[in-house]
């Protein structure tokens, strides 16, 4: 059985927007910052908010 590489996995995930997996999360869109439809920072204040 072969394995399959990491970019085939990546090609074949069905990714989510990232404002609907921080809501998910209980992260609010004004504490995301994105890069992209699929990825983004957590603002530092949301951070310290939880920690």
Avoid at 8 to 33: C, F, M, S, V
Wanted: proline share 6%; net charge negative.
């Amino acid at each position: 059985m072969a394995h399959k590489t990491d970019i085939e996995i990546a090609r074949e995930a069905n990714k989510k927007p990232i404002q609907e997996i921080g809501d998910g999360l209980g992260i609010p869109g004004e504490h995301l910052l994105p890069y992209g439809h699929d990825k983004a920072k957590v603002s530092q204040d949301f951070i310290n908010s939880v920690q």
